[in-house]
């Protein structure tokens, strides 16, 4: 099917290098509002790229869930394919789409687990049946039937019945600490703003890419 005429002009105003905070993070959360305001959907939601020992590009979208100077940070099974990728090879890229505004934003750097008391403070806060299902699922492993999952969460809501859900030992957070971070805005006939931040010794240093 070719789809080559699918196309439409990015309508939106443009992005000057005095317009952009001097912090990659604080001009993150500057965006990240943005796009809470407009009503984009999930806009914790981001692609996260990762791959192992084959080098073999792997990509899923995952939410985030917290970020700060330290990183961006999203939470996982340690038994998943994208743990064993990142154990293998403790780099990943993040990509934030928010179509509506005509921005994206790209994340890259190394990543890093994070404290267990982190990743407890927030699995408590989970609702229950998301607390439940972490337990049940083995992530990325084979299972037969959709029936057989159903029956593995009858039988740990047996288990924990009205109790506590305690924190999986194979269950927990990663940052990832940037040392890339790029804000794109789209802009009329494909000529588009982009500028990258560049972590270096002192600091960050931001410049402007072409289209």
């Not at 905070?21 to 996260?48: C, K, T």
């Not at 083995?138 to 924190?167: H, M, T």
């Amino acid at each position: 099917m070719d789809i080559g005429d699918m196309r439409r002009d990015f309508e939106s105003e443009g992005l000057d290098r005095e317009q952009l905070d001097s912090d990659p993070v604080r001009q993150f959360e500057h965006w990240f509002n943005d796009a809470r305001e407009a009503g984009i959907l999930e806009p914790n939601a981001m692609s996260l790229a990762t791959s192992g020992h084959d080098l073999q590009p792997d990509l899923r979208t995952v939410l985030l869930k917290y970020f700060d100077q330290e990183g961006f940070v999203f939470y996982t099974n340690y038994g998943s394919r994208k743990a064993g990728e990142l154990e293998e090879n403790p780099k990943a890229a993040l990509l934030f789409p928010w179509i509506g505004l005509n921005r994206q934003v790209i994340v890259q750097g190394e990543v890093t687990r994070v404290s267990k008391a982190e990743s407890l403070r927030y699995f408590s806060s989970r609702p229950r049946g998301s607390q439940l299902g972490a337990w049940v699922s083995e992530q990325s492993r084979v299972i037969s039937s959709r029936g057989l999952l159903e029956q593995k969460v009858a039988e740990i809501k047996r288990k924990f019945g009205d109790g506590e859900v305690p924190l999986p030992s194979f269950w927990g957070g990663y940052r990832v600490v940037p040392h890339r971070i790029e804000f794109w805005q789209g802009r009329p006939s494909r000529l588009h703003d982009r500028f990258e931040y560049l972590r270096s010794h002192d600091g960050w240093t931001i410049q402007r890419l072409q289209p």
